[in-house]
């Protein structure tokens, strides 16, 4: 596939992750989390795995193969990335601050679309 094609799949994917952390933090806030949360929680997990799919096809696409010749807004996407992932485990516990959670989860996604844009070096 081409860079744009990965790219599109990527943002999808993107687009499901924070749709299933919103749903997430909606039942959390309802207190409504275990039946319903089943299929947020599975959705989040697809997502994660085609960001992280995308990411890499789309790292291969511009020719950087292994993590030695990464920059440093690669490293900063897979912190992200892994925040994002553990960002479940956080609004599970949040309770009512499950807002509040969310959205900092939202600004953390800002800090790798920076990063994706700005092409930061270290």
């Not at 959705?43 to 992280?52: D, E, F, P, R, T």
């Not at 479940?88 to 499950?98: F, N």
């Amino acid at each position: 596939m081409d860079y744009l094609t990965w790219k599109v799949v990527h943002l999808a994917g993107l687009l499901l992750l924070f749709a299933a952390l919103g749903g997430v933090a909606a039942l959390q806030h309802a207190g409504a989390v275990e039946r319903a949360g089943r299929l947020y929680k599975a959705l989040h997990g697809i997502a994660l795995l085609v960001v992280l799919g995308a990411g890499f096809g789309a790292l291969a696409t511009i020719g950087l193969h292994s993590p030695a010749q990464w920059p440093a807004w690669v490293w900063i996407k897979l912190a992200v990335w892994l925040v994002l992932g553990a960002g479940l485990v956080v609004l599970e516990h949040s309770g009512r601050r499950s807002g509040l959670v969310l959205l900092g989860l939202v600004a953390v996604g800002g800090i790798a679309a920076w990063a994706s844009l700005m092409k930061p070096t270290l």
